[in-house]
C-alpha cells in the first residue's frame, strides 16, 4: 500500500513534470474507482492550467485556479506522466492529456484508490478532522501527548489514527516506536511527555529517511508487477519476526494489533 513516502515522492515528481501545463482533455476509462469519478471533470478541466501540486495526508492535491482534484492511491494505485501517444495500458482509469503531448494516468488495479473534486470554498468529507502533518513545525513535541490524554487503546493504534496525525502507516508505527524505543503495547494516554518528544522526533526521521530514500528511486517507483512498491529502504523490525535485533541481539515479535502486523523487539522497547 502506498504510504505517505511514496505519496510525498510522486508529489515531487509530479511538481517537476505538470506544473503549469495546460488540460487538454480528460478521459475516464473506468468510472467506478472507491468512489464514481465525477463526470464533470471532461468539462471543468478542459483548458485549465494546473498552479500547483500538493498533498494532505496521502491525498495528492492538484490544484487549479476553481478548486482541486483530490486523488487517493488506496491499495494499489500509482500515477506515471507518459508521452500521450502511448497506448492506455491495463488498470489506467484516468488519463488528463496537456498540451506539451504528454499525459498523466493513474493506474489501480485493485480500484480501491480515488478521484474527487473539490470546488474552491468547500471541504471534501475525507479531508476534514485530519491531524497535523507529521513533517510540519505544527506537529510538535507537545502535539501527541496533548491528544493523548485519556486515550485508552495501545500507542501504536493511536500514533496511526489520522485524526491524531496524518500518514503515519503500519510500517512507520513499528519503525517508529522501535527507534524510539517504546513498547507498541503501551497505553497511550499513560505515555510520558518526554516519550512523546522521542517518539515525535523519530517520526520525523523516519519519515524523513523514507523520502528522502525515496527520492534516489524515483524511477523504480513500480515493482515487477506494476504495484507500487517499498523501496529498497532497509527496515529495523518490520517483517523481521524471529530475526536478531539490530541493537541488542534479542528476537523481534509480531503480535497482531487493531488487525494490523506490529513487530517490536521486547527487550529494547518498553
Ligand atoms: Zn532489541
Not at 496511526?160 to 524505543?181: P, T
Amino acid at each position: 500500500m502506498p504510504e505517505l513516502p511514496e505519496v510525498e515522492t510522486t508529489r515531487r515528481g509530479l511538481e517537476a513534470l505538470i506544473t503549469d501545463k495546460e488540460i487538454i482533455s480528460v478521459h475516464v476509462y473506468i468510472k467506478k474507482l472507491r468512489w464514481e469519478i465525477p463526470t464533470h471533470l471532461q468539462r471543468s478541466l478542459k483548458n485549465q492550467t494546473i498552479i500547483k501540486i500538493s498533498r494532505r495526508g496521502k491525498y495528492l492535491l492538484i490544484e487549479f485556479k476553481h478548486g482541486k482534484l483530490v486523488m487517493h492511491l488506496g491499495m494499489s494505485g500509482s500515477i506515471s506522466v507518459v508521452p500521450s501517444y502511448e497506448p492506455i495500458k491495463k488498470h489506467e482509469h484516468f488519463e488528463l492529456k496537456f498540451n506539451n503531448s504528454t499525459s498523466l494516468r493513474f493506474n489501480d488495479p485493485r480500484r480501491f484508490g480515488s478521484i474527487l473534486w473539490q470546488e474552491n470554498g468547500e471541504q471534501l468529507k475525507v479531508l476534514r478532522n485530519l491531524g497535523p502533518e507529521p513533517l510540519s513545525y505544527e506537529f510538535d513535541n507537545n502535539s501527541l501527548y496533548n491528544s493523548s490524554i485519556g486515550k485508552s487503546k495501545n500507542i501504536k493504534t493511536f500514533i496511526m489514527d489520522s485524526s491524531i496525525v496524518v500518514g503515519v502507516g503500519n510500517i512507520y508505527a513499528s519503525e517508529s516506536l522501535f527507534l524510539a524505543g517504546i513498547s507498541p503495547k503501551r497505553i497511550a494516554g499513560k505515555t510520558s511527555k518526554n516519550r512523546y518528544k522521542i517518539l515525535t522526533k523519530s517520526i520525523k526521521k523516519i519519515l524523513t529517511d523514507a523520502i528522502n530514500n525515496a527520492g534516489t528511486t524515483l524511477n523504480d517507483f513500480s515493482d515487477v508487477d506494476g504495484n507500487p512498491g517499498y523501496f529498497s529502504q532497509v527496515l529495523s523490525v518490520y517483517n523481521r519476526e524471529d530475526m536478531p535485533c539490530i541493537r541488542c541481539n534479542g528476537k523481534i515479535k509480531r503480535i497482531i494489533q487493531s488487525q494490523r502486523a506490529t513487530y517490536y523487539c521486547p527487550l529494547c522497547q518498553h
